[in-house]
Structures are given as C-alpha cells and as structure tokens.
C-alpha cells in the first residue's frame, strides 16, 4: 500500500522568510495530493492540492510541485507570518474507489516575530 | 455554514463502558470518515463509507464500529474501550472519495 513520508517534523523560520516541506510517496499509481493546515485545537483544513497532470499550483503565498518521476511533493510557503504557525500533513491517493488518503506524519512550523 | 458536527468535544471514560462519538454533515456529502490523531504517527483512517450502508475497514479498525444507516450521520462506536484508544479523533465528509475532505472540531478521548 501507498507510505508517506514528511520531512522535517519541526520547522521554525522567521516572519517573511520561505519555509519548504518535503513528501516522498511510494506508490506511483498516486494521482491526488493535498495538503492539510490544522491549527490548535481545530480540525485540519484543505489548503491546496495537486493532482498528477500537473507539475505545480500557486495559490498567493502558498505553492506546490509535484516530480512524479521521483514521487515527491513539496509544500513552499513565501512571506511567512505568525498565522501560518501551524501543523501541515501533506497526503496522497490513488483516488480510486476504496482507496484511501494516506496521510504524513506532520510538520510543525513555527513562524516567529 | 457547511460544517462537520462531532460530539463530544472531550469525553474521559473507563475501560470497558461502551461510548458512541456523533458525526453530522450538513454538505449532502457521499463519503464520511473517520481518523485518530496520535503524537508522532499523524492521522490514520479507522472506518470510511462511500454511501448509505456502505462502510469500510481502514489502517486501523480494531475495537472500532461505525455505522451509516442515513447519509448525514457516521458514529463511532467503541464497544468496550480501552486505554491505547485514548486518542484525538476527527470525523471528516467530502461529496465523493479523493475529492477535498472537510473535517470535524475532533473529539478528545481518554479512556482510564
């Protein structure tokens, strides 16, 4: 079945740097993949996501690309701000029926003023 | 407001006392979930339904039961819990499976 990994667990960056977070998938047959914000005490909210027919999203300050040769995905957050502090799961499927969304084990990012 | 309702938000109970979690959707969404958020290993799916009637195993079903007998509503059900189900745990709905999941306020559980 699809593994996902997400690196690093912890980042902490200053307000207005880039922060970048990395996820590898192990399933090639993987054409869907989103990435989850949750903030303290609240449920993980969509923020963007890629599908495979497509190479990279932006969306303001937030990006993702996608290499499906090398079956990784990257979340690039510019201009960061204190409200970005936040955990973020990166996720991939198949998006077949009866598969589900495997989830990473999280990066919490830590924006400071 | 489209929104995923679970109740309750914090529930402390003891080892064996049967307890159902609520999940309601106002969105009219096929598919439901449901996740446990644990330190360190991120959120692993326990039971989906693509529809009325049709539920499914996750990664992690063991000591869980859900059911979906209307499409607005998929509790969770732990029969006779136990301490390594102490755990956060999220409800999450989208309109069909792979499509963007809209997720619940969790519900923290502790089981003594």
């Known amino acids: 079945g699809e593994n996902v990994e997400q690196h690093p667990s912890t980042l902490s960056v200053q307000e207005g740097d880039s922060a970048v977070i990395k996820c590898t998938y192990s399933?090639?047959?993987?054409?869907?993949f989103p990435w989850y914000k949750q903030e303290l005490g609240k449920g993980p909210q969509l923020i963007i996501d890629?599908?495979?027919?497509?190479g990279e999203k932006k969306d303001q300050r937030i990006a993702v690309t996608l290499n499906k040769t090398a079956k990784h995905f990257s979340l690039h957050i510019t201009e960061t701000q204190p409200e970005d502090s936040a955990v973020y799961f990166c996720a991939a499927t198949m998006n077949q029926a009866g598969t589900a969304l495997i989830f990473g084990k999280g990066t919490t990012l830590s924006v400071s003023s | 407001e489209a929104q995923v309702t679970q109740n309750p938000r914090y529930l402390i109970t003891v080892t064996g006392k049967k307890l159902t979690v609520t999940c309601s959707q106002n969105?009219?969404?096929?598919?439901m979930s449901w996740y446990r958020q644990d330190p360190g290993l991120g959120l692993r799916q326990i039971y989906y339904?693509?529809?009325?009637?049709?539920?499914d195993k996750g990664d992690v079903p063991e000591g869980y039961k859900v059911s979906r007998k209307e499409k607005r509503n998929f509790p969770l059900i732990l029969e006779s819990p136990s301490p390594n189900q102490t755990s956060l745990y999220f409800c999450?709905?989208?309109?069909?499976?792979?499509?963007?999941?809209?997720f619940g306020s969790g519900t923290q559980l502790s089981v003594l």
């Open positions: 969105m009219n969404h096929e598919y």
């Open positions: 999450a709905s989208s309109f069909r499976e792979g499509e963007k999941l809209f």
């Open positions: 399933d090639s047959a993987s054409n869907y």
């Open positions: 339904s693509m529809n009325v009637e049709v539920t």
């Open positions: 890629i599908r495979s027919n497509v």
